[in-house]
């Protein structure tokens, strides 16, 4: 979880756990056992590469599908977000301009100063382990300590910790104990490997202004051990070439947090920290304190941002891949920023439950693991909008529970009508509809899980049709009637009950012989014609061509908005059933005193125009026919929607119908 939006290359490593009463007792050595190297537990993992490939996911992991985390510690005080520990040094930072403001200049008023802050007074470990539980999570995280170097556990290697400043108490284990009481496994993530590099602002000052020169806090040798010493020397975020007194002050740090806590997952923000003896040590040290909690069983999960080939869980953050993987994975987001954001907050700029819930279905059908961050506010407490998301997973588990957890990937993830590129920071880019249909099995079940209600009251999965092999049963998960259904040559035709039986995804559990997927046309992601020939091509399915159009769906809001640029388009693939005219309607959103932009809607050479008149608000539509399009034939066609570069001003596209016209 690397908070904001680092390039892959630079996504890696550290974060700690430092933390300090203001200057009350004199800073220690960084690490106590820089001389020498620290045994490692004794077991069947050595610190080898060849060692190492012996590891085994655990059942428990594979089978949990879903885990909540907590990202919190004293950064979360002055609730502005993510990286505030080192954003309050950065002058151009609004974190900075946030700080002076509130607590003063950082050359008097540091980080250091915002740790004693941090009280933790409403916190409830218990009642939030509850609402996790009830929420479908089967593994609990906590952030063990972030870049800002301070440890949330009972650290025996340095003073800033929880149990020796701020709340006085011992996190990691009240966590722990919490995570037990309520059957989940418990993990926690390290963030160390990047601290060094994270604190290097700190040691700076302003360039102007009335305090230029004067150094920040970072500075003061007095608090060494919070801010580092060796930061300077390093080449960036992600540094495996760290001095080895650095790399031993991890090693030795988080051997510590292992041999106190025995964590069922350790996730380091990072690759391997590092990819060299200190990070197999640890690796080997990791496994083998496991088997021995276990009695021989391995049970320990590992988790960075680095492909292993076996030898561990690959992270991706705020992120999905775009296949099945061969090896368990794991996607880590959050409702909203990674620490407590008030601003977010108050702009209810959360995920939403249906978000959330489509993104697991669609991670757990191509092997992955979802763990979501509910950031708690520096009291311990969730706000309103985090309760009513944990709320709505609660009241969809029960019912959709079995598609998901135990399960394991079928012989293709899925059909829908877009294609996206896999990897990390891509989570922006998701848009399910109805016409999305993942698939997960459990022993000879197969479901199909549709991440939306159609309007058709239908559902089409194309990849059981007759030449996947023989249905036999149909059942929709939560609805008790029967189900009409038929296997035709062009897919399974599921007709839907009128009432919902839950929210956001619909399970269908199928019983087959021998299914295997159909083979799709080339034309699979096409926006296909519903019974009466009619088209309807939605901002969730569009093709965003340039970067200011975005996908936003929020409260009324589903719409592509933020449309800034003349140059950037839309555009949709379609398949029209039959040849003739296509009367073409645009469906739309305008702020008043934001009308006047002129588009097009565009087909081959066949163009039409309009021009955007006011609605109540950019969450109120207005349907405009644009006119009339011929398709000379049946087939795919692409139709894009494009701004006019002489008078363009931004709109709010929901969709773009296209009804068959009758000779």
């Known amino acids: 979880m690397i908070f904001r939006r680092f390039s892959w290359i630079l996504l890696a490593w550290f974060s700690c756990g430092l933390l300090a009463e203001i200057g009350r007792c004199a800073a220690p050595p960084i690490a106590a056992s820089v001389q020498g190297k620290s045994e490692i537990a004794p077991g069947p993992f050595q610190p080898t590469e060849e060692s190492l490939k012996q590891y085994k996911y655990p059942d428990w992991f594979r089978d949990a599908k879903l885990g909540i985390w907590a990202v919190w510690g004293p950064e979360a005080v002055p609730m502005q977000g993510d990286w505030y520990a080192r954003r309050l040094y950065e002058p151009n930072d609004p974190a900075y301009k946030f700080h002076v403001a509130n607590y003063g200049h950082p050359s008097k008023f540091g980080f250091k100063d915002i740790i004693p802050l941090w009280k933790a007074e409403k916190w409830d470990p218990d009642r939030l382990m509850g609402l996790y539980q009830k929420a479908g999570a089967k593994y609990f995280c906590m952030i063990a300590e972030h870049h800002d170097n301070f440890d949330c556990w009972n650290s025996t290697h340095q003073r800033w910790n929880s149990v020796n400043m701020g709340p006085k108490r011992d996190i990691a284990g009240e966590w722990q104990k919490a995570a037990r009481n309520h059957g989940l496994r418990f993990g926690m993530t390290e963030h160390l490997a990047a601290s060094w590099w994270f604190y290097a602002a700190a040691k700076g000052s302003d360039k102007t202004g009335p305090l230029a020169g004067t150094p920040y806090d970072g500075a003061d040798p007095k608090f060494a051990d919070l801010y580092w010493t060796d930061n300077l020397k390093s080449k960036g975020y992600y540094d495996p070439t760290a001095l080895d007194s650095v790399k031993q002050t991890w090693f030795d740090r988080i051997k510590d947090m292992i041999d106190r806590y025995h964590p069922d997952l350790l996730y380091s923000d990072s690759p391997l920290p590092y990819p060299d003896e200190f990070g197999r040590r640890l690796l080997a040290h990791y496994y083998n304190d496991s088997a021995k909690q276990h009695d021989g069983r391995v049970e320990a999960v590992y988790n960075c941002k680095q492909d292993s080939g076996g030898k561990w869980v690959q992270d991706l953050e705020r992120g999905v891949m775009d296949r099945i993987s061969p090896y368990p994975w794991q996607t880590d987001t959050c409702v909203g920023g990674w620490y407590y954001d008030v601003n977010l907050a108050n702009a209810h700029g959360y995920k939403s439950t249906e978000t959330v819930i489509q993104m697991l279905c669609d991670i757990v059908s191509k092997n992955g693991n979802l763990l979501l961050n509910f950031p708690p506010r520096p009291d311990g407490t969730l706000d309103d909008d985090e309760l009513k998301i944990l709320a709505g997973m609660a009241a969809w588990m029960p019912i959709n529970g079995e598609a998901i957890f135990g399960t394991r990937p079928w012989k293709i993830f899925g059909e829908g009508a877009r294609k996206l590129q896999g990897g990390m920071f891509n989570e922006g880019n998701l848009r399910y509809t109805a016409k999305d249909i993942r698939f997960t099995t459990k022993g000879e079940t197969l479901y199909a899980i549709a991440l939306g209600w159609p309007e058709s009251g239908k559902i089409q999965v194309r990849s059981l049709a007759e030449a996947a092999g023989k249905v036999t049963g149909v059942t929709l998960l939560g609805f008790s009637g029967d189900l009409k259904w038929s296997q035709t040559a062009d897919g399974l035709i599921v007709t839907l ?68 640029n003349p140059n950037d388009f839309v555009a949709w693939n379609l398949k029209a059933a039959k040849a003739g005219g296509y009367e073409v309607a645009i469906t739309y959103s305008c702020q008043p005193g934001a009308e006047g932009s002129r588009f097009s809607v565009e087909l081959g050479d066949q163009k039409l125009t309009g021009t955007s008149k006011p609605t109540q608000s950019w969450a109120t539509y207005r349907t405009e026919s644009l006119g009339k399009i011929t398709l000379a034939t049946p087939g795919v066609y692409t139709l894009a929607v494009k701004p006019s570069a002489e008078n363009w001003r931004v709109i709010g596209l929901k969709s773009v119908t296209l009804a068959p016209v009758t000779p």
């Open 497 to 564: 009950p009128k009432e919902k039986p839950c929210e956001h995804a619909f399970a269908m559990k199928i019983i087959g012989e021998k299914l295997e997927p159909a083979p799709l046309p080339s034309s699979e992601t096409a926006v296909q014609p519903d019974s009466d020939g009619k088209i309807l091509l939605t901002a969730s399915e569009a093709d965003i061509h340039g970067n200011t159009p975005q996908y936003e769906r929020s409260g009324e809001k589903d719409q592509i908005g933020f449309w800034a």
